[in-house]
């Protein structure tokens, strides 16, 4: 399909989209309208993470008891850069339309922190405005806004929660510093006044960007699993997660491509969860095929499928026994969705589970079974075997000593850099 066919299918979806919304009482204005239907030509996902339910989580987070009067500072590092940026909000798990007076967008001071850049704060639009009420269950984009962003650069988000919102929308497991203030300082460059930090995102979904170099459009690469893709037992505020790792070793080799992770700690192919999200074949397209500039995604799941029958964790209890051909029958599913959109899906053994709180009998032997499916199907444009990369070769039942964070199911920074040099780049 040509670029201008495109278009017009595009504008003719968002038509009918804005026909329903306002059927509904929703407004969508004409400039949300131009913005939604180019976003598929000119845009590419830089960063990305999978909208969760407000839940617990592991660690203490905010997302249970929401803002009001608040100001949220998240810093996120984008792997492609460009000449404009935009945000992407999501409020898929709130009841209630979530309602932002004020955002800014801005180089980060440093690699981290709650500082950002003299001379870069950005004020964020929405259809022309400062502020705007995303609709309960909904999500949007900003406007762009004119910031010249280099890959692998920080990038510091604020949002001002002047209203009450009730339970947030998040990514539980961010591996990195979020912020929060009293009152509206979305326009501060210096990080005095926020005082409080946890270890997720909230309402924050992406970040892209576009007017960068023209042979990396187009190109985009996710990353879609569980807690092994989202960065479990990865460094905090290094982006050390396996996303990172293949980001810069495409950089490096000399073909750089916007890589973004879509991985939820916990997550499973066939079964939805309060805590780790919504099962695969439920999420793959919002979190992965409607990415703007997306080519390819690698699929990494079925670990927690198999492995939450043998622990004695409560998280996910009663946790179904489920069998290769189930979890074999869950991977087609994503491989024929893949295939109707004209994406290349590129799928993963599972690493070895040796000595973790998953193994056992029968989770070993659904491991074995589906690890060869991968192998030899060819189902699946191409592969990556993780178990091979990473198993120890005196057990390769268990992750190598080195590659292992300590919990002989996820791996360490130096784990995630070997699975990042397991992929053939030429089956990407």
Not at 223 to 235: H, K, M, P, R, V
Request: proline share 5%; hydrophobic share 35%; charged share 20%.
């Amino acid at each position: 399909m040509s670029a201008a066919a495109r278009k017009t299918l595009a504008r003719k979806t968002v038509v009918a989209t804005a026909a329903l919304a306002l059927t509904a009482g929703l407004a969508v204005t004409s400039a949300q309208a131009d913005n939604e239907s180019n976003s598929h030509d000119s845009w590419s996902a830089a960063w990305a993470a999978a909208p969760q339910r407000p839940s617990t989580g592991f660690k203490a987070n905010w997302s249970e008891s929401g803002f009001s009067g608040q100001t949220l500072r998240q810093v996120v590092r984008v792997t492609a850069g460009g000449d404009r940026a935009r945000i992407r909000l999501s409020n898929a798990y709130g009841p209630s339309p979530l309602h932002i007076a004020g955002a800014t967008v801005a180089r980060t001071k440093g690699t981290k922190g709650s500082a950002v850049e003299d001379g870069s704060v950005r004020r964020l639009t929405f259809g022309g405005k400062p502020s705007v009420t995303i609709p309960a269950y909904g999500q949007l984009s900003s406007d762009a806004a004119e910031l010249d962003l280099k890959p692998f650069e920080s990038v510091t988000v604020t949002l001002h929660l002047k209203r009450t919102t009730g339970p947030a929308t998040f990514h539980a497991q961010s591996f990195a510093t979020s912020y929060r203030a009293d009152g509206d300082h979305i326009r501060d460059t210096g990080g005095g006044a926020f005082k409080e930090s946890t270890e997720s995102w909230y309402y924050l979904s992406g970040v892209d960007v576009t007017g960068g170099p023209r042979e990396h459009a187009g190109k985009g690469v996710v990353l879609f699993g569980d807690s092994i893709t989202d960065g479990f037992a990865s460094s905090t505020d290094l982006n050390r997660r396996w996303s990172d790792a293949l980001a810069g070793r495409l950089a490096k080799a000399g073909t750089p491509r916007p890589v973004v992770n879509e991985g939820i700690g916990g997550n499973m192919v066939l079964n939805d969860s309060a805590w780790y999200g919504d099962k695969s074949s439920t999420r793959f397209r919002r979190d992965a095929l409607d990415l703007p500039g997306v080519s390819t995604v690698v699929v990494l799941e079925g670990l927690n499928d198999i492995g939450f029958s043998e622990t004695d964790k409560p998280t996910y209890k009663p946790a179904p026994v489920v069998s290769a051909r189930e979890l074999i029958n869950g991977h087609r599913t994503l491989i024929r969705e893949a295939h109707a959109e004209g994406k290349r899906i590129v799928g993963a053994t599972l690493l070895p589970l040796g000595g973790s709180d998953h193994y056992g009998k029968h989770a070993a032997a659904v491991s074995d079974a589906f690890n060869t499916w991968v192998r030899t199907s060819g189902e699946y444009d191409a592969y990556v075997d993780f178990d091979k990369a990473l198993a120890d070769p005196a057990d390769p039942e268990r992750i190598r000593p080195a590659y292992d964070s300590g919990d002989h199911l996820h791996p360490n920074d130096a784990g995630y850099a070997a699975m990042a040099r397991a992929v053939d780049i030429d089956s990407l």
